[in-house]
């Protein structure tokens, strides 16, 4: 085989892993188009796996930095956080009221 083939064909291939980790199928994103609000933490879970990390619902997508009143969600008090596969500035957040059923969901980017 010869080096054209062999490096184009090595590109095509983190192409390839690179488009299925941004835009595979399962995960937070997947779970964020079809997880509806009323969802269980566990559907979250069979959808998306396990999360990057849970918070109260009070901290904001900076560990430890907390939320101001008016970013807070009504009823949220159990947070789960899904950080992007690449460490892009990007995070995916569902919050869960207190009988465990999802009341807002949403998409955080600092771009």
């Known amino acids: 085989m010869n ?4 490096a184009f064909s090595l590109f095509v291939f983190v192409l390839g ?3 299925y980790i941004l835009l595979g199928k ?3 994103t997947e779970a ?16 998306a796996g396990e999360p ?11 560990r430890g930095f907390k939320k101001s009143q008016e970013q807070r ?7 789960a956080w899904y950080e992007n596969a690449l ?6 957040a569902f919050c869960f009221s207190a009988d465990g059923k999802l009341v807002n969901k949403y998409h955080w980017s600092s771009w």
Request: overall charge negative; proline content about 8%.
């Open 3 to 6: 080096k054209k083939v062999l």
């Open 17 to 19: 892993v690179c488009g």
């Open 26 to 28: 399962n995960g937070p």
């Open 32 to 47: 964020m188009q079809s997880l509806p609000i009323g969802s269980s933490y566990d559907d979250l879970l069979a959808l």
């Open 52 to 62: 990057s990390y849970v918070t109260d619902g009070t901290e904001g997508p900076e």
């Open 73 to 79: 969600i009504s009823g949220c008090v159990k947070e």
């Open 87 to 92: 460490k892009l500035p990007s995070k995916y």
